[in-house]
């Protein structure tokens, strides 16, 4: 079984300008996460998709960043514009309808902005 | 305060050793309990799941949760260089949509 695939793994951009982040959940998973995590920190949730619908994004910075699950498969999530404070390292999640409470991480894409 | 505290470390321990890791929580309402794994440029890896109150132990490893103490625990016996990775806490309250507040990790380096 593939896991959960990321893209790009590393990027690095210059504050102001937009970067983008694309996710691939384990097949049949229909709920999707998106976290934060800032250096020596844990995880910190952003978004959470239940199929195509956005459940809870209380914790997305929604001035600048945005997110999208279309048809309920993939998502992409969105900064725009990037600041300094963003470099962290952004992780997606999926998980099973019928067991809800693992959650499998991909291996994150490492986001430094100059 | 956090609502999850945990010793950064890092914890530097012989191959062998038996490890004990640990976080403290200050929301009574937490009523499940995750530790994970994440080794170096990886995401995290569900370890073991508990919930409320006991013990959970699952080959070379034990999770504990003290409810009353607020304090939860992961062992690791006869602990392999393999070991050596950064271990999450996660809890989440019953409901609340599987949202997990996690602890800032533990790195744990296993020495040969």
């Known amino acids: 079984e593939a896991g959960v695939v990321q893209s790009p793994r590393y990027k690095i951009i210059e504050k102001k300008q937009p970067v983008a982040f694309w996710c691939n959940p384990i097949?049949?998973?229909?709920?999707l996460y998106w976290y934060r995590q800032n250096l020596g920190q844990g995880p910190e949730l952003l978004i959470r998709y239940e199929n195509e619908e956005a459940v809870d994004d209380s914790q997305l910075p929604k001035d600048r960043f945005s997110a999208e699950r279309l048809k309920g498969v993939d998502s992409t999530l969105k900064i725009q514009p990037a600041e300094l404070g963003d470099s962290a390292v952004y992780l997606c999640a999926s998980s099973p309808r019928d067991r809800t409470d693992t959650q499998y991480f991909g291996p994150g894409t490492r986001l430094t902005v100059l | 305060q956090k609502e999850v505290e945990q010793d950064p470390g890092p914890l530097s321990v012989p191959e062998g050793a038996i490890v004990s890791l640990n976080c403290t929580y200050s929301n009574s309402a937490f009523q499940y309990f995750m530790w994970y794994r994440q080794y170096s440029r990886k995401g995290p890896e569900l370890l073991m799941y508990?919930?409320?109150?006991g013990n959970k132990e699952d080959g070379r490893f034990t999770a504990q949760v003290d409810k009353s103490s607020k304090y939860i625990s992961l062992f690791i016996r006869d602990s392999q260089p393999s070991d050596s990775a950064t271990y999450l806490c996660a809890m989440r309250f019953t409901g609340g949509g599987n949202k997990l507040t996690f602890g800032t990790g533990t790195q744990l380096k296993v020495e040969l």
């Open positions: 097949s049949g998973h229909n709920t």
């Open positions: 508990t919930y409320s109150s």
